[in-house]
C-alpha cells in the first residue's frame, strides 16, 4: 500500500509563503491521485488540491485557487503544495492523501476515495 508524509509546516504572517512536501513510497500500479486536503480546529475536513501523477488532471478548491500550486517530482515520488498570499484563515493541518486510482475531476474532492493519509502538518497564518 501507498505510504505518504508531509513535511514542510510552519508558521507564517499573514501575505508570507510556506512549501509543503508530500513524499510517497509503495506504490505499485499506473494509477495514480494525490491531494492535499486541511483541517482546522472545529471544522470538516476540507480538500485544497488534488492532481493525476500523469498532469492530465488538476482540482483546485475556490478558495485557493491562484494563491497556491501544485507541483510533482517524478524522479523522488513527491508532491509539493507552494502556498502564497497566506491568509490567517489557512491556517490548519494539511493533510496529504493518494489513491493507486486516476480520479476523475468530480472525485477529487472527496477524501473517502483516498486511501493513504499522511500524519499531517501544521501550519499557522498570523501576526
Known amino acids: 500500500q501507498v505510504q505518504v508524509a508531509e513535511s514542510g509546516g510552519g508558521w507564517v504572517q499573514p501575505g508570507g509563503s510556506l512549501r509543503l512536501s508530500c513524499a510517497s513510497s509503495g506504490r505499485t500500479g499506473s494509477g495514480y491521485t494525490v491531494a492535499w486536503f486541511r483541517q482546522a480546529p472545529g471544522l470538516e475536513r476540507e480538500f485544497v488540491v488534488a492532481t493525476r501523477w500523469s498532469g492530465t488532471t488538476t482540482r483546485y478548491a475556490a478558495a485557493v485557487q491562484g494563491r497556491f500550486t501544485i507541483s510533482r517530482d517524478n524522479a523522488k515520488n513527491a508532491v509539493y503544495l507552494q502556498m502564497n498570499t497566506l491568509k490567517p484563515e489557512d491556517s490548519a493541518v494539511y493533510y496529504c492523501?493518494?489513491?493507486?486510482?486516476?480520479?476523475?475531476?468530480?472525485?477529487?474532492?472527496?477524501?473517502?476515495?483516498?486511501?493513504?493519509w499522511g500524519q499531517g502538518t501544521q501550519v499557522t497564518v498570523s501576526s
Open positions: 492523501a493518494a489513491t493507486e486510482k486516476n480520479l476523475i475531476w468530480s472525485s477529487m474532492a472527496n477524501h473517502q476515495y483516498y486511501d493513504s
